[in-house]
C-alpha cells in the first residue's frame, strides 16, 4: 500500500472511531492528561500498524483492543512512578463517581453504594461488565477486543455479572437482574 493510500486509510479510521475510543479510555483514565496520552498512543501504534489495521467494524474492536493494552502499560508505568517517589495509588486519585450523583436532585444512597461497589470489583470484571455497558459491544466483539473465545466472553461475563451482583447485595442494593442477564 502506499503511503499515500496508507494516510488516508489512517485518516478515516480515525474519523471513524476517535470519538468512540476517546470515550472508552475516559472513562478508565484518572485524569484528562492520561486520556489524551493514551488515545495518542493508540493512534500511534495503528499508524505504526496500519498495514495490520483489519477493515471495516473490526477496526474499532482492535483499536478497543490496542487501547486496553495501552492504558495497561500506562497504569504499570504509573505504578512504577508511584513506587519509586512514594506517592498515592492511583485508585485514590480517582474521580468518587458518588460525588457526581450527589450533585444532582434525583440522587440517592443507592447510585453512590453502586458507583464503589463498582469500583470495588476486580479489575478483569470492570473491564467486561464495561464493555457491555458503555461501549455496547457484544460477545464477539468483546472476543475479539480481548484476543479470547466467544465462549470465554460468556463464561467471564456471567461471573463478573455474579459477583457484581452478591456485591451489590453485601452492599445493601437489591441487584438481582445483574446476574440474570444473559446479553
Given at each position: 500500500?502506499?503511503?499515500q493510500?496508507?494516510?488516508?486509510r489512517?485518516?478515516a479510521v480515525?474519523?471513524e472511531?476517535?470519538?468512540?475510543?476517546?470515550?472508552y479510555?475516559?472513562?478508565?483514565?484518572?485524569?484528562s492528561?492520561d486520556?489524551?496520552d493514551?488515545?495518542?498512543e493508540t493512534y500511534?501504534?495503528?499508524?505504526?500498524?496500519?498495514?495490520?489495521?483489519p477493515?471495516?467494524?473490526?477496526?474499532r474492536?482492535?483499536?478497543?483492543?490496542?487501547?486496553?493494552?495501552t492504558?495497561?502499560?500506562?497504569?504499570r508505568?504509573?505504578?512504577?512512578?508511584?513506587?519509586?517517589s512514594?506517592?498515592?495509588?492511583?485508585?485514590e486519585?480517582?474521580?468518587d463517581i458518588?460525588?457526581l450523583?450527589?450533585?444532582?436532585?434525583?440522587?440517592?444512597?443507592?447510585l453512590g453504594?453502586i458507583?464503589?461497589?463498582?469500583?470495588?470489583l476486580?479489575d478483569d470484571?470492570?473491564?467486561l461488565?464495561s464493555?457491555?455497558?458503555?461501549?455496547?459491544?457484544d460477545?464477539?466483539?468483546i472476543a475479539m477486543?480481548?484476543?479470547?473465545s466467544?465462549?470465554a466472553?460468556r463464561?467471564r461475563?456471567?461471573?463478573a455479572?455474579?459477583r457484581?451482583?452478591?456485591a451489590?447485595?453485601s452492599?445493601?442494593?437489591?441487584?438481582?437482574?445483574?446476574a440474570m442477564?444473559?446479553a
Open positions: 500500500m502506499s503511503t493510500a496508507q494516510t488516508l489512517f485518516e480515525y474519523a472511531t476517535y470519538e468512540q475510543i476517546l470515550g479510555v475516559v472513562r478508565r483514565c484518572p485524569s492528561e486520556a489524551a493514551v488515545v495518542a500511534a501504534t495503528a499508524w505504526r500498524r496500519i498495514d495490520a489495521l477493515h471495516g467494524e473490526e477496526a474492536l482492535w483499536l478497543y483492543g490496542v487501547a486496553r493494552k492504558l495497561a502499560n500506562h497504569r508505568g504509573q505504578a512504577r512512578r508511584q513506587r519509586r512514594g506517592e498515592s495509588s492511583v485508585a486519585l480517582d474521580v458518588a460525588d450523583y450527589s450533585r444532582t436532585p434525583e440522587s440517592t444512597v443507592e453504594t458507583a464503589r461497589t463498582f469500583r470495588e476486580r470484571d470492570r473491564e461488565l464493555l457491555v455497558a458503555w461501549e455496547g459491544l460477545h464477539a466483539q477486543v480481548m484476543g479470547v466467544r465462549n466472553v463464561i461475563l456471567h461471573r455479572r455474579k457484581f451482583s452478591q451489590l447485595t452492599a445493601g442494593v437489591i441487584a438481582h437482574h445483574f442477564e444473559s
